[in-house]
């Protein structure tokens, strides 16, 4: 875990209760991972694989932390792009046999639109992800994923300076695993939603 920690302790400009909140809510995820690893199946464990440097990590679990993506990106549609809300797709259109990779390449997209929002607000970009082979494993695309909450939250952490935004960092369960597909469909949602939310001016909700 020691890695992981190191990807998400880079220097930021942020207030100081948002450090806080974020460096408790990334040790409770450290906590939790050997436990959720243990309780992945085999056959996950073979279709998936297992980082050495990363350990292992599930789509399921990538799923939840893309859906508190999702949740900060609606949180910003409401509060500052009110008039904007009504025209934003909520459907996610349904894919098959996805593998991590592809969900790798499409958090590629959404970090490089995330990174429009962050210039805006004077942020450092997404703090990008290297594969350790050809292909991107799950615990991979999870770290993607969340750097790109990481900046999102900052950037907005500028807007709302006395928000912590600890609610968008939790942990979700489901009742059935999800799969790479359900993880690119739910980033193919958010990345519409940035299509249209970005490059407006902001406009706060009376």
Request: net charge positive.
């Amino acid at each position: 875990m020691k890695h992981l920690t190191n990807i998400y302790a880079r220097p930021i400009k942020r207030p100081l209760n948002l450090n806080a909140t974020l460096f408790i809510t990334l040790i409770a995820w450290a906590t939790a991972w050997p436990a959720l690893a243990a309780n992945t199946s085999k056959a996950a464990n073979i279709e998936y694989g297992y980082s050495k440097l990363y350990g292992e990590l599930t789509p399921t679990q990538v799923y939840s932390l893309v859906k508190n993506i999702d949740s900060m990106v609606m949180h910003y549609a409401y509060r500052y792009q009110p008039k904007l809300t009504s025209k934003l797709p909520r459907k996610i259109v349904p894919v098959n046999g996805y593998r991590p990779e592809q969900v790798f390449v499409a958090l590629g997209k959404l970090s490089d639109d995330i990174d429009v929002f962050a210039k805006q607000q004077n942020v450092e970009p997404v703090k990008r992800i290297k594969r350790e082979a050809k292909e991107a494993i799950p615990a991979e695309v999870f770290i993607l994923a969340g750097a790109s909450l990481d900046t999102f939250s900052e950037a907005l952490a500028v807007l709302e300076p006395t928000n912590t935004f600890g609610d968008f960092y939790s942990q979700r369960t489901y009742s059935r695993d999800k799969t790479p597909s359900d993880v690119y469909a739910l980033v193919d949602l958010i990345n519409r939603k940035l299509t249209i939310l970005l490059g407006q001016p902001l406009e706060l909700s009376e």
